[in-house]
């Protein structure tokens, strides 16, 4: 099911008659029923595009902190790697 929202905001815009002219023929050209409606699914479309990207951005150098810092920090080991640890030890002695 679709969210409805309510449209009371308006954006105003100026721009070339040239650039106006190609955006009316994409619309024809896409189906969309109204130049408005064309304009504001692509541009909400590209809006999504860009803030989906700039979240991926932000998670991986969040990932990447993360990683640098359990590799590089001077954090001690606790204990269970230690005994994770001893007992692979003691597993791969004997191969």
């Known amino acids: 099911m679709k969210a409805q929202y309510n449209k009371d ?15 009316q023929k994409a619309q024809k050209l896409s189906g969309d029923k109204s130049f408005s409606s064309f304009i504001v699914r692509v541009v909400k479309k590209q809006a999504e595009e860009i803030v989906a990207k700039n979240d991926r951005i932000i998670a991986s150098e969040r990932d990447r902190d993360i990683f640098f810092e359990a590799v590089f920090g001077d954090a001690k080991p606790n204990s269970n790697l230690i005994e994770a640890a001893k007992k692979y030890k003691s597993q791969t002695e004997s191969l």
């Open 9 to 23: 905001e308006r954006i105003e815009i100026r721009i070339s008659s040239h650039d106006k002219r190609i955006f």
